[in-house]
T-cell receptor, first 116, second 113 residues
Framework: AQSVTQPDIHITVSEGASLELRCNYS??????LFWYVQSPGQGLQLLLK??????LVQGIKGFEAEFKRSQSSFNLRKPSVHWSDAAEYFC??????????????FGQGTILTVHP | NAGVMQNPRHLVRRRGQEARLRCSPM?????VYWYRQLPEEGLKFMVY????????ESGMPKERFSAEFPKEGPSILRIQQVVRGDSAAYFC???????????FGQGTRLTVV
């Protein structure tokens, strides 16, 4: 069965510092990978996705992620964090059968706190 | 273009009552997904529906939970005889096709007292 692990439950960074959120997945074939962000009391917003092709993908709000098959990782990065980036971040992998990208397996989430 | 609309945003039910959660997908989207987010946990897939059909309900609890997506109207997630353990945020997502990403609603927070 597919699975997603986000090793860091909570990360704190200073505003302006760089950020990397880790995500490891377990999947038998080429995965479809996603990063979502959730602000308190809100729904999930898609930051970026990887289906195929270039392993470095750009997303909204200045985020990027790199797919590394050899490490089964899809880490999220941002060069300079803004206070408004404080939220919970979820990594997800698409359905193993490939029948739908809407059926996702999510990681436990990483809560990002940004200090001024 | 309105996003995925869920209502109510907050729902309080007493133990033993029924909870009905509604989801109107984005315009042109015919695929709907329901997820549950329990406190301190990530989101767990519950069910995937297309119009009038349940495609995948592998994440649905075997009892008390049901879902539908009629030809007309919103998708409904129904929980009968709610218990305290059903307290969670329930999210709906929709997509136009199977090979595109899904867009999420803002969720319904269910509290069972």
């Amino acid at each position: 069965a597919q699975s997603v692990t986000q090793p860091d439950i909570h990360i704190t960074v200073s505003e302006g510092a760089s950020l990397e959120l880790r995500c490891n997945y377990s999947y038998g074939a080429t995965p479809y990978l996603f990063w979502y962000v959730q602000s308190p009391g809100q729904g999930l917003q898609l930051l970026l996705k990887y289906f195929s092709g270039d392993t470095l993908v750009q997303g909204i709000k200045g985020f990027e992620a790199e797919f590394k098959r050899s490490q089964s990782s899809f880490n999220l990065r941002k060069p300079s964090v803004h206070w408004s980036d404080a939220a919970e971040y979820f990594c997800a992998v698409g359905d193993a059968g490939g029948t739908s990208y809407g059926k996702l397996t999510f990681g436990q989430g990483t809560i990002l706190t940004v200090h001024p | 273009n309105a996003g995925v609309m869920q209502n109510p945003r907050h729902l309080v039910r007493r133990r033993g009552q029924e909870a009905r959660l509604r989801c109107s997908p984005m315009k042109g989207h015919s695929h709907v997904y329901w997820y549950r987010q329990l406190p301190e946990e990530g989101l767990k897939f519950m069910v995937y529906l297309q119009k009038e059909n349940i495609i995948d309900e592998s994440g649905m609890p075997k009892e008390r939970f049901s879902a539908e997506f009629p030809k007309e109207g919103p998708s409904i997630l129904r929980i009968q005889q709610v218990v305290r353990g059903d307290s969670a945020a329930y999210f709906c997502a929709s997509s136009p096709e199977t090979n595109t990403e899904a867009f999420f609603g803002q969720g319904t927070r269910l509290t069972v007292v």
